[in-house]
């Protein structure tokens, strides 16, 4: 027989335990000591008792192990509790990561980090954490959205700003989806990490994750900050009430709110209701999600067309030039038609056809969208409404100087944010800063440009012969700054236009053969006025460009105003 019984129960003696041969008095028996008949003794052999012991600690012991890994995986799953990895750092000056942050990598997921279908639990738990009514409020988690919270915290230092974003990052700058991060190596750009043309190391995240604070302590801080709801659109604004819906049907009051809901990437007819087959070798171009998934496909794919000869398509294709070719097609593949009845066959295609503003709320929001140039309707001072601005991509504002318009830039989000925000703490400024915008072909050519570039307008073009010095490259070395965004200039910067006769610069020669004319200027005219220019491959003079443009004059000669430029003072 098995099991256990007590040293009394063989019969031992009880009263062993004394010297004496007296029984305790029984007001001592509570204070009496363990005694050896008290142990428990096996019913069979030491072995066998032994044996059973140790099977039933197993069973113990594995019970346990599953009841806490379970638990662990419920709390995972729920999103009580969370193992993400924080962004990369913005900027150099930025702190490193904690220890935490650092133990934290150990345990988490790459799929679950990114994914956002699988954080639909972290969400749900995050939305429970929504407050009623927030001062300030800001519609899409990108470039214009951090440029104008920046710009509320500057101006009001307690704020409290909530972000609602579609996207499960936090906001980051676009530019570099095109450019830097294909030419940077797999083991930075899996880290969202680039190096500019000169080198130096960035990540695409404009403010590392330890900047914002958690949804659920947002009101209670009182020092205010700013908190993203990641993976969450508004789906309708009531402007009169002040209140933003939530697709789930929460609501949020706001004081002062701001759309900057961007835009999404056009597409075009033969794809928009083709099947599914073809739809998946269709990638339409505009966030990380997208970059990670061409860079996939160029992992495996052999070709890759791109559709679209604007800004975007031509980096992209300069960007993936290197990269498909050494890859076998993999069977099926799509043809193209084109209009000059050619067929192309290829793997996968890229829509780079332009942008589309996100204007969705306007419908459910009874807001304006301009019928000439879409987006949002808004005043100089971006408001649509009372308490209501917008900016970025999806606002079309009265420009002082240029009239009605829409841009689709960084500079411009970061500008047109930053006046928001500003307005949205009691400013009331008029749009007034020219915004400009640049594009690199890779590290060896690139432009830059300012105002009204419309291909409609008629041009003046002035160029030169080009150095090694005028490169995206040498530029990014000189100023150390890949982002050519000249938004954080101050105003004070920017330096005065010389008069084109007391310029000094020297007089162009005339052209040789072989000459390589790789940098220039390019002037679009409207009634004879200046109303844009473009800087091909000539950099760090945008502030002069600005200038001519907001002098608004007519100019007889618009070589001598190119003179301003220096165009030809490497020859
Ligand atoms: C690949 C690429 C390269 C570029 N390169 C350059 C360049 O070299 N130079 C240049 O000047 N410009 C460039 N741009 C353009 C520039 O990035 C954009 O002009 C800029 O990002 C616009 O900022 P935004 O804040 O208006 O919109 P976005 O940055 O698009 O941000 C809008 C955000 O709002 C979210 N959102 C939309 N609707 C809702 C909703 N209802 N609720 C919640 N969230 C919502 C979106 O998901 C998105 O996250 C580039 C753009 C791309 C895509």
């Given amino acids: 027989m098995n099991g256990w019984r007590s040293g009394r129960a063989l019969g031992r003696s009880a009263k062993r335990w004394s010297h004496s041969d007296h029984t305790i008095p029984e007001k001592y028996q509570k204070f009496r000591t363990g005694h050896m008949d008290d142990a428990l003794l096996p019913f069979g052999s030491w072995k066998e008792a032994y044996n059973q012991l140790q099977s039933r600690y197993h069973k113990q012991l594995a019970a346990s192990v599953l009841y806490f890994g379970g638990t662990v995986l419920y709390l995972y799953s729920s999103g009580v509790i969370d193992l993400v990895l924080p962004p990369p750092y913005a900027n150099d000056d930025q702190t490193p990561p904690s220890k935490w942050s650092k133990l934290k990598k150990w345990f988490t997921f790459e799929s679950k980090l990114r994914d956002p279908s699988s954080a639909t639990s972290s969400v749900v738990k995050e939305l429970a954490n929504l407050p009623d009514s927030i001062p300030y409020l800001i519609i899409g988690g990108g470039t214009a959205s951090f440029a104008a919270f920046r710009s509320i915290r500057a101006n009001d230092p307690k704020a409290k700003v909530l972000v609602i974003s579609e996207e499960d990052y936090f906001p980051y700058m676009r530019p570099p989806l095109s450019k830097e991060l294909w030419f940077s190596g797999s083991d930075l750009t899996k880290k969202l990490t680039f190096k500019q043309w000169n080198g130096r190391e960035r990540t695409v995240f404009l403010e590392h994750e330890e900047f914002y604070i958690p949804l659920n302590k947002l009101m209670s801080t009182e020092t205010g900050g700013v908190a ?53 070798r269709v990638i339409l171009y505009r966030d990380i999600k997208d970059f990670k998934r061409l860079e996939e496909i160029t992992r495996k794919a052999k070709s890759v067309t791109i559709v679209g000869g604007g800004f975007l398509g031509s980096e992209l294709a300069c ?52 019928e000439n140039f879409g987006g949002f309707r808004v005043n100089a001072e971006l408001e649509a409404r009372t308490n209501l601005w917008v900016a970025g991509d999806a606002s079309c504002f009265y420009d002082t100087k240029l009239g009605r318009r829409r841009v689709e830039h960084h500079d411009h989000a970061v500008v047109s944010g930053r006046l928001a925000g500003e307005n949205m703490t009691g400013a009331h400024k008029p749009y007034w800063h020219q915004s400009m915008f640049w594009s690199d072909l890779g590290p060896q050519v690139g432009y830059e440009a300012i105002g009204i570039v419309d291909s409609t307008l008629p041009t003046v073009g002035v160029f030169a012969k080009a150095t090694e010095k005028d490169t995206p490259k040498a530029a990014a070395e000189q100023t150390n700054e890949g982002i050519r965004s000249e938004a954080d200039e101050p105003v004070n910067a920017l330096k005065p236009v010389p008069k084109p006769e007391s310029s000094g610069a020297v007089t162009p020669r005339a052209p040789q053969s072989g000459d390589d004319f790789g940098k220039g200027i390019i002037f679009y005219l409207r009634n004879n006025i200046v109303v844009g220019i473009v800087l091909w491959n000539v950099f760090s003079r945008m502030h002069i460009a600005r200038r001519v443009i907001s002098e608004g004059k007519a100019y007889d000669d618009l070589n001598e105003v190119a003179k301003l430029f220096e165009l030809h003072s490497d020859d």
């Fill in 319 to 370: 960007a993936l030039s290197g990269r498909s070719k050494l890859n076998k097609s993999n069977g099926s593949q799509l043809s193209l038609s084109l209009s000059n009845s050619d067929k192309l066959r290829t793997d996968y295609v890229v829509l780079a056809v332009g942008l589309e503003p996100n204007t969705e709320l306007a419908e459910t929001s009874s807001l304006e969208v301009d």
């Fill in 228 to 280: 993203v709801l990641k993976n969450q659109s508004v789906v309708k604004l009531d402007a009169t009430e002040r209140k933003a819906y939530l697709a789930n049907g929460q609501t949020v009051s706001y004081d002062k709110c701001l759309i900057a809901t961007g835009g999404k990437p056009k597409n075009i007819e033969p794809f928009v209701n083709a099947d599914p087959d073809v739809q998946k």
